[in-house]
């Protein structure tokens, strides 16, 4: 029997999780296996990777990959290096950019910002999710600089794109899910965290969705080995169905497929000054999809997953996979850092903050049915100064005569808007 889906959101939402989680059950016991059993393979294969993590941790390993830029553009990525990529699912890219590009990009994002007296005009955090880190601008609502689209347009952007997608599995059931080769152009914003910022971070959560990643036809069909008791064939790698289906909206929604989010920094920023972090464990996603459907969470409850708000990781209900948090080891100016778009993720407090700590968000966001779709709305926004549609309303670009313009796009830039 078919898994009722609700492709726009449900109305009555402790009824449709009621009613979600007794077909998730039945179609799981149907495999053979109880939701229990089912439950325990996974735990254990989870279990394996946090002590992996645990124990490199104790050997003073690096958690996270990190691979040199020219081994990437070269194609001489090391196997022990894509392994380890493969089985942590986040990496930094050192030398990603020289330093001084790096460090270009950010003074003429403060003369881009400077010139429009941002700094007046600034009306407070358009969002409730980012609102929380404070009411100085941390987070710039700005996406038309010309450094954010040379970043966004260049070569070596495309170049390590082209490898992240390259890690995802894009053709499978007779269908090409992406182009590897392609990337959409994702336009978010920029960070800017002053030296002696105090900031309390950002809790352990992921980004994808949130009662969509049960509830839409096309995730029920992504996450089908989760769904159907065939949880040793789960393979987080895999992109099928991922790349045409709807989202529910909410405040911190991402309309796109990313294979990969990301950022690219533009100051030094040492691993103990509030920090991302990741699970790296790109698979953990399983255990946050099943877990809800043990006995002991309420039926009309996900975990604490609701609609409008991240979807959180807790250790209330997953202390097992916030055994691995895992920050960045240091990074500088031209490096980059992306994780897996299922990974559970943070930022670390910090008090009193040494150095800038800048980055701009780039995601790894190849062209498909969904980015396609979006797409026609960011060459909008380009176009108008706007803000994109995933992100509040506050369009303060729009006036601004020197934002990025279309004749300064490249082939890569004129094919990731989808302008040919
Ligand atoms: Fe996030």
Not at 76 to 105: I, N, S
Not at 138 to 153: N, V
Not at 326 to 335: L, R
């Amino acid at each position: 029997m078919p898994l009722p889906h609700w492709e726009q959101q449900p109305t009555d939402l402790p009824a449709a999780t009621r009613e979600i989680k007794s077909a998730l059950r039945a179609q799981i016991a149907a495999s053979g296996r109880s939701v229990e059993e089912v439950f325990a393979v996974l735990e254990k294969r989870i279990q394996a990777d946090v002590d992996d993590i645990k124990a490199a941790k104790d050997r003073g390993e690096t958690i996270w990959p990190v691979i040199d830029y020219a081994d990437i553009e070269a194609g001489t990525v090391p196997p022990d290096q894509l392994a380890k990529l493969h089985r942590r699912g986040c990496l930094v890219v050192r030398g990603h950019f020289p330093r001084e590009q790096a460090l270009a990009w950010d003074d003429s994002i403060v003369d881009y910002v400077e010139s429009n007296q941002f700094f007046d005009n600034y009306r407070g955090p358009g969002d409730d999710f980012f609102g929380s880190v404070g009411s100085k601008p941390e987070i710039y609502p700005i996406y038309w600089s010309p450094a954010q689209m040379q970043a966004r347009q260049s070569v070596r952007m495309s170049c390590v794109q082209k490898f992240l997608n390259g890690q995802w599995k894009h053709e499978s059931e007779g269908t090409q899910w992406f182009d590897p080769e392609r990337d959409s152009l994702y336009p978010d914003r920029i960070r800017r965290r002053p030296p002696g910022a105090n900031s309390g971070g950002l809790g352990t959560h992921l980004d994808p969705g949130t009662l969509d990643l049960w509830m839409t036809q096309a995730y029920q069909q992504a996450f089908r080995h989760l769904f159907d008791g065939s949880v040793e064939q789960y393979d987080p790698w895999d992109a099928a169905y991922r790349t045409t289906g709807p989202q529910y909206p909410g405040s911190t929604m991402c309309s796109v497929f990313r294979t990969f989010q990301g950022w690219t920094a533009l100051s030094d920023m040492a691993h103990d000054q509030g920090v991302l972090h990741t699970v790296p464990i790109p698979a953990a996603m399983a255990y946050l999809l099943l877990r809800p459907l043990l006995t002991d969470v309420p039926d009309d409850d996900m975990c604490g997953v609701t609609v409008n708000q991240v979807f959180p990781a807790s250790l209330k209900w997953h202390p097992l996979l916030l055994e691995a948090l895992s920050g960045i080891p240091d990074v500088h100016a031209g490096d980059s850092v992306w994780w897996h778009c299922d990974m559970i993720h943070s930022v670390a407090p910090v008090e009193d903050q040494q150095g800038w700590g800048n980055v701009m968000y780039i995601p790894a966001a190849p062209w498909c049915p969904r980015n396609e779709r979006y797409a026609a709305q960011v060459r909008d926004a380009f176009t108008t100064g706007s803000s994109p549609s995933d992100f509040p309303e506050e369009h303060y670009e729009r006036s601004w005569p020197n934002r990025f313009s279309t004749d300064e796009l490249s082939e890569i830039g004129r094919r990731g808007l989808g302008i040919l």
